[in-house]
């Protein structure tokens, strides 16, 4: 269930996905910092843009966040500072 609002959670998975790093176990995905919000993060979580790495403090954005950030990043007209 959401808590936190909608403009909250893109914001913060926008700025996870630009402060994130290469996830060298899996390439498809990105190593990010859980120092947001604890309740915006669990809503993510929810509908599996995040996950969290077995309570180690970087989390893993997949795929399908990796892919909402950049929509969030394109639809604030920003461009996405990644190769």
């Known amino acids: 269930m959401d808590r936190t609002p909608k403009q909250v959670q893109d914001l ?11 996830d060298h176990d899996d390439p498809a995905s990105r190593r990010c910092w859980k120092g947001y ?20 403090i970087p989390l893993r954005l997949p ?16 461009e996405d500072p990644r190769p």
């Open 12 to 22: 913060t998975l926008a700025l996870l996905y630009l402060t994130s790093l290469e």
């Open 37 to 56: 919000d604890f309740q915006t993060l669990a809503d993510l979580q929810a509908q599996g843009l995040v996950e969290d790495t077995q309570g180690r």
């Open 63 to 78: 795929p399908q966040g990796i892919a909402q950030a950049k929509a969030v990043l394109q639809a604030l007209g920003l």
